[in-house]
């Protein structure tokens, strides 16, 4: 039975199929806990867990999903494209405050870790939460961080962003969508990103803009940091 559901078909239809079912949840219950990807995630580990599927055999079947990363990254891009007058004389203010928001998602985890004692290779770890997960673990695993964990958290981030996201904004009485587009690429990447397309274009385009510039510097951040803090 593992052998038939360990094939190239049934893996993208589970994955397709499960993450379809998360969204129609979501979709009907209104529940903001009920993320298509959380949902997504706890069925396809299930599943994996019952037919005692390596997650390795899982990643190599559903290889065509990982690849068609790149083609959705340049769509990002277009759209950006698309919205460029909304970008004209913003540029300083745009990399300011991408910036200020890698600077203090690094920092604040580097000192709330210090304060509670945490092991350097767990403070690594968490270093890059808030940039998109291929970014996240090469920078966890050149500074002595463990990949598994930092993936993990960085999802975790991008759910956690993606629910709260919106709340905080209208709490905060930020209508820019300029704004909102940054803080929910930077705070949130790829799944903060999707949650800001549902907001509208020019928010989607913005906040892929700040996917790309929050890897960037934040790559360029924690090196330096690190040699500052440790």
Known sequence: MSDLIATVPFMLLLTTGTYLLGNYIYNKSGISILHPILISIITIIGVLKWFDIPYEVYAEKSSLIDFLLGPSVVALGYTLYEQINYIKGKVITILTSVLVGSFVGVISV?????????EECIIASLEPKSVTTPIAVSLASRSGGIPALTAIV????????????PFVLK??????????????????????????????AVEGAISGLSIGLMGIMTSLLIPLLEMLFR
């Open 110 to 118: 580097i000192t709330i870790c210090r304060l509670m004692g945490v």
């Open 171 to 200: 709490t905060m009485h930020i209508k820019s969508k300029v704004a909102q587009g940054l803080a929910m690429g930077a705070a949130a990447h790829g799944l903060g990103t999707a949650r800001a397309i549902e907001m509208g």
């Open 154 to 165: 960085v999802v975790v981030c991008g759910i956690f962003g993606s629910i709260t996201g």
